[in-house]
C-alpha cells in the first residue's frame, strides 16, 4: 500500500500593496474552500493533521498557506525587504489573504486562523464580510497585548531556542509530547518572522470598542480558544465572541494556543462542533 | 552538593531537585552549555540552584541575605509552587511564561541569562512535576 500523502502543494504569484509574493500552500479535499492561517513566526505544517483529516477533506477543500517570509513562502520578490524592519500590520494582512482567495479563485470560502490568524480572522469579518462565508477565530480576542517583545531578536541569546521555548508554556500539558516538540521544533525555524508576526498581534491589533460593527449575519464568526492559552484565555475570547453579533465560542478543555498542532485529535471535535454552527448559521440567514 | 542551612525536608527536596536534573536525558542532552545560576523564591522558603555545564552543582536552601549570589529570580507564592508540583497542573500554573502573565510569579534580575538558558530551565521547572514543590 502506498503511503504517499494525498496532500499537495503549490506556489502562486500575487501582488498585494505593490509587493509581489510567490506563496506556498498546501492542499487536500474537495468542497467548500477552508483558508487556514497559522500562527505567528510558524508555517502551515502545524496543519498537518487536518489537511489529512478524511472527514474534513471529504467536505471541505482544506488550503493551509505559508505567509510570506515564513515557511516555503519568500519574503517580497520585488522590494529590497533586508534594509527595513519587518512589522505586520492589519491593513497588509488582511488585503494579503483577500489577494490570495483571489488568486487561487476561491468561492465562498470559510477562513480559519489561530492566534494572530484568530485574530485577522475578526479583522477579515470586519474588513471582508462579503468575501467569506464565515470565519473561525481560533485563540483569537479582540485585543492581545503583551507579545511584541525584543527576546525575540535578541543577539546575545539564541532566538531559536528563545522563540521555541518561549511559547512551550503556551501549549497544555495533556497534550500528545511528540506533537508538542513538533510545534517547538516549527518555532526554532521562525525568529527572524516572529516579531514582525507579534507587531500586529500585540500592538497593531485592537478592535475594543469596534466588535459591533462585525455583522455576524453577513460573515458568522466563531471563536475557540484552549483552557491553558496564557495569552488569549478563554475568558478575552468570550468577551470578544458577546460583542459580536451572533458571535459564538467554545471552551476547548486541555487544550492551549497551538490546537491543530499540539493536539489535533482533541481540537477536531471542536471544530467540527464549530463548523456545523457555522453553516447553520449561513443557512438561516440566507 | 547541596547546602543546608535549615529545614531538612527542603534538603530532600533540593536533593531530589538535583539528582532529577542531572538524570533528566534532554538537559543532558543539550545542556552542554547550560550554565546560570538562580533563586527559587517560594516565600515559605528560598532555594538557589547552580548549574555548570548542564550540571546542578550546588542548590542552597533557604541561604542568608548575603550568603549565595544568584543571576535571576523565580518568585511566587507557595500555593503557586504547590500547583507547578502537581503531575498535571491546573491552567496557568503550567510554566513559567504562564504564571508570571496570569498568576503571581515575577521573574526578575538578569533576563538575559534567563533567555539564554530558556530551554534548559524551561525543562528542570518541569520537573517539580514529577519531584513536587519545593514547599
Redesign the interface.
Known sequence: MSRISPVTGHYVTLEVDGLEYKVFYLENGTGQPLVCQHTAGCHNHQWRGLLEDEEITSQYRVIAYDLPRHGKSDPPENTEWWKEEYKLTADHYANFIVALCDALELENPLFMGSSFGGTIALQLALRHPDRFAGVLAVEGADYSP?FYLD?WQ?P???AA??C???V???M???SPESDRWKTWFYYSQGSEAFKGDLHFYSVDHDLRGRLGEIDGDRCPVVMLTG??D??T?PEDSARTAGQIKNGRFITMPEIGHFPMSENHERFRVHLLEALDILQGAKASSE | MTVSTRAPSRQAWAEAFADASDSDAEIQAHGKYFNCSYLIDATEHTFVVRVESGKVTEVAVDPGPLDVPYQFAIRASAETWREFGKPVPAPMYHGIWAASFQRDMRLEGDLLVLMQNLRCITRQIELLRVIGSPV
Open positions: 503583551g527576546w535578541h546575545q541569546a539564541n531556542q528563545v521555541a521555548s518561549g512551550w508554556d503556551l497544555a500539558p495533556q483552557e491553558y496564557y495569552l484565555t
